[in-house]
């Protein structure tokens, strides 16, 4: 096997412009999502013939080791290792759409502002099928670097509904000026929801989505998972703020006056009273959350209403986990629940070193296991977001020991002894037990468990039994 080429006595990253640590560090995501999506080339630099591009590699030294290994990947997880969120979105594109060998790039890239996480989360609609288009980040005045190497390498082929615009761009962004471009403009995040709501009618020619879901436009950690469930649904994402409730808003919801309403989060940040205000004009109202940002994304992970909702109570899915202090990750990483893939929900951190109990539970409740043959069984798989800083390697190796395919307990192949650390695994932790955890009815005020299926007018419930499933491990 011929060796792969290298870059000789390479300049030591403490002397590198930032220009070029995000560069280096996107080539190095991109070489191994390229690993873990078992693309054998991934396009990134300056080739512009139709022939098979090389990987580029960068030779380590005492700052930077060349084996990547576990930082980027283990048994279970796999990181995308961004300094920032525009590295981080540029290595999700290429994972979800890697191109050469014959495989064609998205019809369009989305270049959302770098600068408000709201706006960009307003977005990711736009990456579910069948826009299907991957979320880069710009700045105002010029694109970085790292996306103009993402977009270069996406080929975006144009959308046949759009006149052929390869690039959509929300709120004021710089684009590049050799590609068409579809404006979606607006005064703020919930001017942006308005229009992409409305380009997305014209887009898909559905009038209708399946369901509206309103967040909070100030409380990012609360609002994040949402962007995983419209990657996966094309559901709009909408604003509200305490008892405030936005024109824009409001315009949606009586442009979609049938449509299911679903408020993500607990009351401290959207109040019963905007709850209220929503079910004037619109259908039925239900809020999903949790009052700690870690257990509001498991809640929302566990919900099911119908067609709406991740109904996350076993195992065999796909998971990405970010850190609540990163609130642009979340659009980010969008395309990873997009179908295609493993599509899953978005899970959440506050700690970067040390998995919140809740999340622990929630991650032994789904645990995969097998009774006889390991190979026939289901698995997770999960992604990290973000690099050291954001989620550490020690974090890494818990996350990926709690999602290890394990022998189900009693069965034949048991034969780890039973784990006497007290952690009974019970998901607890993930179920809203508190007012602010329950979801509302406007129609009637009753209040039932967030893990429950609830009916459109707010009266009986079906209980979800997030007990039951086979192929669970201990």
Do not use: C
Request: charge should be negative; avoid cysteine; charged fraction near 20%.
């Amino acid at each position: 096997m011929p060796s792969l080429p290298t870059v000789p006595s390479p300049t030591p990253p403490s002397l590198w412009s930032d220009t070029t640590r995000r560069v280096v560090s996107g080539i190095a995501i991109l070489v191994v999502a390229a690993i873990g999506f078992g693309v054998g080339y991934l396009v990134f630099g300056g080739n512009d013939d139709e022939s098979a591009p090389s990987t580029v590699v960068v030779k380590g030294n005492d700052e930077t080791p060349a084996i990547a290994f576990p930082t980027f990947a283990t048994r279970n997880t796999t990181r995308i290792g961004g300094p920032d969120a525009t590295a981080d979105a540029a290595a999700v594109a290429l994972a979800s759409y890697p191109t050469g060998g014959g495989v064609d790039g998205p019809s369009a890239v989305v270049l959302a502002p770098v600068e408000s996480w709201q706006e960009a989360l307003a977005a990711t609609p736009l990456v579910a099928d069948p826009v299907g288009a991957p979320i880069l980040l710009s700045e105002p005045d010029a694109v970085p670097a790292i996306t103009t190497e993402a977009l270069d390498a996406l080929k975006p082929r144009g959308l046949s509904g759009a006149q052929g615009a390869q690039v959509v761009t929300i709120g004021k962004v710089a684009a590049p000026t050799d590609l068409v471009s579809l404006p979606i403009e607006g005064i703020n995040e919930t001017a942006i929801a308005d229009q992409v709501d409305s380009q997305m009618t014209k887009l898909t020619g559905e009038k209708d989505p399946g369901a509206l879901l309103v967040v909070s436009s100030t409380d990012a950690p609360y609002a994040m998972p949402a962007a995983s469930w419209a990657a996966r649904s094309g559901d709009p994402i909408l604003f509200a703020d305490g008892d405030d409730v936005p024109a824009n808003t409001l315009a949606v919801v009586k442009r979609h006056a049938d449509t299911p309403i679903y408020v993500l989060g607990p009351e401290s940040v959207i109040s019963n009273k905007a709850l209220k205000t929503l079910g004037k004009d619109g259908g039925t109202v239900t809020r999903v959350g949790a009052e700690d940002p870690v257990e509001n994304a498991i809640t929302f992970a566990r919900y099911v209403d119908g067609d709406f909702g991740w109904n996350i109570n076993d195992p065999g899915h796909g998971f990405t986990i970010a850190n609540t202090d990163r609130p642009l990750d979340a659009a980010a990483a969008a395309p990873l629940a997009a179908t295609g893939g493993t599509p899953g929900p978005m899970l959440l951190t506050d700690d970067p070193d040390k998995v919140p109990d809740a999340l622990r539970s929630f991650l032994m409740d789904t645990q995969p296991g097998y009774v006889e043959d390991p190979s026939r069984a289901v698995f997770n798989r999960i992604w990290i977001l973000g690099d050291e800083s954001a989620i550490s390697v020690g974090f890494q190796a818990q996350v990926d020991e709690l999602t290890r395919l394990a022998p189900v307990k009693g069965s034949e192949a048991d034969t780890i002894p039973e784990d006497t650390s007290g952690d009974t695994g019970s998901d607890e932790s993930g179920d809203a037990t508190s007012t602010d955890g329950d979801t509302t009815s406007t129609d009637d005020g009753d209040t039932t468990s967030s893990d429950d299926t609830t009916s459109s007018d707010g009266g009986d419930t079906t209980s979800d039994d997030s007990g039951s499933g086979s192929g669970r491990a201990p």
